[in-house]
């Protein structure tokens, strides 16, 4: 049940700060621009991306979990239904309550997710996959998110103040999170379950 919440209030957050136009997370930003260049919802492109991910998974050996199905599926899912009720906003100060509510509610959807420790996310499990293979964790992560950040940005993906944000606020809130959240308490970085060191990236 915690993974289901947490896996809906994740795709909520998402749909929040991708509303606020102020810049994505850098994944945000990867599937936006895919999804503008194909004219389809950005939901559409999240799991599609998750599918094609863990089919990276099979040479890095890595064993999915009922939660890593259900992250493919759901969160794609909860963007595209949520996207479309939310109200348009163009002053600056509602936008910025979409990006703090949406950066808090993914922190939280994290914690509740990863505390259900039913397996890793298609994104994490990839960082854990070649952490696996002797990259550093935080090198592997770095390298993915800038890389996939660029490559939506060329696209037309939105990078912003939102962006700088999400990547400075969204650690220190899971890790604020997690031990409150999880079914086994986590206090610091790397006690994770099911793989999933990086407790500082979102559950994706």
Known sequence: ?????????????????????????????????????????????????????????????????????????????????????????????????????????????????????????PRDGLMTGLAARGWKVRTARTVIEVAVMVIGFALGGTVGIGTAVFALAIGPLVQWFLPRLSVDPVTRTGDAPSGNTVVESPAR
Not at 15 to 37: K, M
Not at 60 to 71: A, D
Request: aromatic share 4%; charged share 10%; net charge negative.
């Open 1 to 121: 049940m915690r993974c289901i919440l947490g896996l809906t209030l994740f795709g909520i957050g998402i749909a929040l700060i991708v509303d606020s136009e102020l810049g994505n997370g850098p994944w945000d930003v990867f599937h936006q621009g895919v999804a503008d260049r194909l004219d389809v919802g950005i939901g559409i492109v999240i799991i599609a991306t998750g599918a094609l991910l863990m089919l990276l998974w099979i040479p890095l050996r890595v064993r999915p979990g009922i939660g890593t199905v259900l992250n493919t599926v759901q969160i794609g899912l909860v963007v595209d239904i949520v996207l479309p009720l939310l109200p348009d906003v163009e002053r600056i100060v509602p936008r910025i309550g979409y990006l703090t509510a949406g950066i808090v509610l993914m922190a939280v959807a994290t914690a509740l997710y990863i505390g259900s420790g039913l397996g890793p996310g």
